[in-house]
């Protein structure tokens, strides 16, 4: 909760900071951010025992400021399929070229990569009389009410039990399997059409199968 207050205190008003300001500041903020926050995906994916190939969203990070104030490129496609490429070409020619690291190596580029030069293009384009500082901050506003009300919601609706922990525990701590459950089942079924008492009917129950299942001594035919 301290963590969550605290991010909040800070990250909302650099935010707003950063969108007043505008320009390279910015952009140069933008790109800080994505570069922390693909090394903290990778390192969360190597810790799963996952081998991605990491070069690709980090030169096409680094990159994300250097090409669009030298060559105004801010084109989010132009950095996506350079990384994508970078990082699949990197696992074809690595020691384990297996799908699931293929697949993590282009995660973050999608997750991370791909909002954060988009945040850029927006800051600098103009959506008919909608200035783009204005989508970004109702995306960010949007992404901090949803966890905000997500967090709370699910602490105030989590306490509430859904099902009796009791009656799960029992069926399944239980020492017989299915069919050596169910197979006396038929043996009390005409005498619990008879008796009114639910509690009676449960206890006949079990008092059948605690008699069915004692092993009975067995019987020489001649």
Avoid at 29 to 48: D, F
Avoid at 65 to 74: E, K, S, T, V, Y
Avoid at 196 to 209: D, I
Wanted: some cysteine; proline content about 7%; charged content about 15%.
């Amino acid at each position: 909760m301290k963590t969550r207050i605290l991010t909040a205190c800070v990250g909302v008003p650099l935010l707003i900071a950063v969108l007043i300001l505008g320009g390279r500041i910015a952009e140069a903020m933008a790109e800080a951010v994505t570069l922390i926050a693909m090394w903290e995906c990778y390192h969360a994916l190597k810790a799963g025992g996952y081998k991605p190939c990491v070069w690709g969203g980090y030169a096409a990070a680094a990159l994300m400021c250097p090409l669009a104030w030298g060559f105004g490129i801010r084109d989010p496609l132009i950095y996506v399929t350079a990384a994508m490429g970078v990082s699949l070409t990197g696992v074809i020619l690595s020691d384990e070229p297996t799908f699931p690291n293929a697949a993590v190596s282009i995660y973050p580029i999608f997750t991370v990569l791909l909002p954060f030069v988009m945040f850029m293009m927006m800051m600098n384009t103009k959506f008919g009389t909608v200035p783009g500082r204005a989508l970004v901050v109702m995306s960010f506003a949007v992404s901090f009410i949803g966890d905000a009300a997500a967090y709370f919601g699910g602490r105030t609706l989590g306490r509430i039990s859904s099902a009796r922990p009791s009656a799960r525990k029992r069926r399944l701590k239980a020492p017989y399997s299915i069919s050596s459950a169910v197979w006396p089942l038929p043996l009390s079924a005409g005498r619990c059409l008879s008796v009114p008492s639910v509690r009676r009917c449960r206890a006949f129950r079990r008092r059948s199968f605690s008699e069915s299942s004692v092993p009975q001594p067995v019987r020489s035919v001649t």
